[in-house]
């Protein structure tokens, strides 16, 4: 099995997994990290209130190696647009990968993921989102599923802020916010913006463990990265010349392919 070191000096060569070591990195757990200053990569999130961080499986970390960082992140679901708006305001990027033992990562099932919120939200979120529960599964995320506030926006648009503008606007709905809202003023929206903007569940979150992509998706609780034996940083060189070409390249693509972009 790859150790953290071995994948970490794979990932920053850009060498891919031949087909006979397709499980060489079953026994890791990596997340991807951001932020401006040192102290905002020593715990999984150092979002204010997240409870629960994504990670990738051994599997999803995987098929990164060969990619470069931006198709890297592209290919795990962050947003190419998200990415700019950080560029923008300084935003840096790493990977933490870390022997999976050590993570207790869940895969994230429905039934998996109300589980997780109740114990780390607590009854109260729980109470309030378990009217919409049956709603939201059945949502087609992937298709667009969030609403238009008056103010414009939408769950998606508001989530490619930045932390300090995001947690600011009015629409941004953390648990606090979210509680807030009278019990018979609550809607589906807002038990959707609550998972996409307090839980991290994009507009990808399928539910059914895996992402849109077919590739295993796994959440723990948040914690310090210090206390997690054996977890190795991998710096991300991510630029605007990068994300540029990055597009470009997507663009070709989908001509060669007969799509759209």
């Given at each position: 099995?790859?150790?953290?070191?071995?994948?970490?000096?794979?990932?920053?060569?850009?060498?891919?997994?031949?087909?006979?070591?397709?499980?060489?990195?079953?026994?890791?757990?990596?997340?991807?990290?951001?932020?401006?200053?040192?102290?905002?990569?020593?715990?999984?999130?150092?979002?204010?209130?997240?409870?629960?961080?994504?990670?990738?499986?051994?599997?999803?970390?995987?098929?990164?190696?060969?990619?470069?960082?931006?198709?890297?992140?592209?290919?795990?679901?962050?947003?190419?647009?998200?990415?700019?708006?950080?560029?923008?305001?300084?935003?840096?990027?790493?990977?933490?990968?870390?022997?999976?033992?050590?993570?207790?990562?869940?895969?994230?099932?429905?039934?998996?993921?109300?589980?997780?919120?109740?114990?780390?939200?607590?009854?109260?979120?729980?109470?309030?989102?378990?009217?919409?529960?049956?709603?939201?599964?059945?949502?087609?995320?992937?298709?667009?599923?969030?609403?238009?506030?008056?103010?414009?926006?939408?769950?998606?648009?508001?989530?490619?802020?930045?932390?300090?503008?995001?947690?600011?606007?009015?629409?941004?709905?953390?648990?606090?916010?979210?509680?807030?809202?009278?019990?018979?003023?609550?809607?589906?929206?807002?038990?959707?913006?609550?998972?996409?903007?307090?839980?991290?569940?994009?507009?990808?979150?399928?539910?059914?463990?895996?992402?849109?992509?077919?590739?295993?998706?796994?959440m723990t609780f948040n914690k310090s990265i210090s206390d997690i034996p054996g977890a190795n940083m991998i710096p991300l060189q991510v630029t605007k010349s990068d994300l540029a070409s990055f597009r470009a390249s997507l663009k070709e693509k989908s001509?060669?392919?007969?799509?759209?972009?």
């Amino acid at each position: 099995m790859m150790t953290p070191d071995e994948y970490s000096r794979r990932f920053l060569e850009q060498q891919a997994l031949q087909p006979a070591e397709r499980n060489a990195t079953r026994g890791l757990c990596g997340r991807f990290l951001k932020g401006i200053k040192t102290e905002h990569f020593q715990v999984l999130s150092d979002e204010p209130g997240k409870l629960l961080s994504w990670v990738c499986s051994g599997e999803m970390l995987g098929g990164l190696l060969g990619l470069s960082p931006v198709a890297a992140m592209y290919s795990i679901g962050f947003r190419l647009d998200w990415v700019q708006c950080r560029l923008e305001d300084g935003t840096q990027f790493k990977l933490v990968v870390f022997p999976a033992a050590d993570a207790r990562g869940v895969v994230v099932t429905w039934e998996a993921l109300w589980t997780l919120i109740a114990q780390s939200y607590g009854k109260e979120i729980d109470e309030a989102v378990t009217p919409f529960k049956q709603q939201l599964e059945d949502l087609d995320t992937t298709s667009g599923y969030a609403s238009v506030l008056e103010s414009g926006d939408t769950i998606t648009q508001i989530s490619n802020l930045s932390v300090a503008e995001k947690h600011k606007h009015p629409g941004f709905l953390s648990a606090t916010k979210f509680l807030d809202i009278p019990k018979d003023e609550r809607t589906l929206y807002h038990a959707r913006g609550f998972l996409d903007h307090a839980v991290g569940c994009n507009h990808r979150f399928t539910g059914t463990g895996k992402s849109p992509d077919g590739d295993v998706e796994m959440m723990t609780f948040n914690k310090s990265i210090s206390d997690i034996p054996g977890a190795n940083m991998i710096p991300l060189q991510v630029t605007k010349s990068d994300l540029a070409s990055f597009r470009a390249s997507l663009k070709e693509k989908s001509k060669e392919s007969g799509g759209s972009t």
